[in-house]
């Protein structure tokens, strides 16, 4: 597509039970990013593929969550054993290069746990 | 640690006045801003860009101002109108070990009254 692809649009799960979410970037853009948007406020960064691999997980915020990305496209931003404070909304953004370009968003995976 | 922030987190105009939307940061390494534009449901669009070598960029109807000595950002948009209304980020753009990192603010709604 000509956009920034995630999925699914709406996930609702149990504590404790393991997610995995995924984003599809624009083709042919090297560098993919993945954030946290909690309700209300502003984006945090999790983590920084440029290809397949992640010279930046420094915004992962525990050993339960891991991204992987195969084929310089397709990621998968995956969360065991969920807790409550995960629920957010989980964006996926890439672009061209790694350098000063803009981001380009997808609609954002939107995670409760209950 | 370092920030970016709003100065305002409600901004309310009325249809064809021009909005002024401000952003400080604190981190005096960024080199690279982006205005984004966040409608409800829907990931961070990309508005409008400017390099840290420059101090003023225009696009259509939008227009950001760049003012190093104070770390200064803003947004301008130009005869406001009701599908302007959103949530607006400015994000600064940090250069790490192998690619860009944002940083974004938390944001300032903008309602646009008829």
């Known amino acids: 597509g000509a956009g920034v692809s995630q999925s699914p649009s709406n996930k609702v799960t149990e504590k404790g039970k393991d997610v995995e979410l995924r984003c599809d970037p624009i083709s042919g853009h090297t560098a993919l990013y993945w954030y946290r948007q909690r309700l209300g406020q502003g984006l945090e960064f999790l983590i920084y593929?440029?290809?397949?691999?992640?010279?930046?997980k420094s915004g992962l915020p525990s050993d339960r969550f891991s991204a992987e990305r195969t084929g310089e496209s397709v990621s998968t931003l995956t969360i065991q054993r969920t807790q409550q404070e995960d629920s957010a909304v989980y964006l996926c953004?890439?672009?061209?290069?790694?350098?000063?370009?803009?981001?380009?968003f997808g609609d954002g995976t939107r995670l409760s746990i209950l | 640690g370092e920030s970016v922030g709003l100065h305002l987190p409600t901004l309310s105009v009325q249809e064809g006045d021009n909005s002024i939307i401000n952003c400080a940061y604190s981190?005096?390494?960024?080199?690279?801003f982006i205005w984004y534009k966040q409608e409800s449901g829907k990931g961070p669009q990309f508005i409008i860009d400017?390099?840290?070598?420059?101090d003023k960029r225009q696009g259509q109807r939008v227009t950001v101002l760049l003012n190093k000595t104070v770390k200064h950002l803003s947004l301008q948009i130009a005869a406001t109108q009701p599908g302007d209304s959103a949530v607006y980020f400015c994000?600064?753009?940090?250069?790490?070990?192998?690619?860009?990192?944002?940083?974004f603010g938390t944001g300032t709604q903008l309602k646009v009254e008829l």
């Open positions: 593929f440029q290809g397949n691999s992640a010279p930046d």
């Open positions: 981190n005096s390494a960024s080199d690279y």
């Open positions: 400017i390099r840290s070598n420059m």
């Open positions: 953004a890439s672009s061209s290069t790694g350098g000063n370009q803009p981001q380009h």
């Open positions: 994000a600064e753009n940090i250069l790490t070990g192998g690619g860009n990192k944002l940083t």
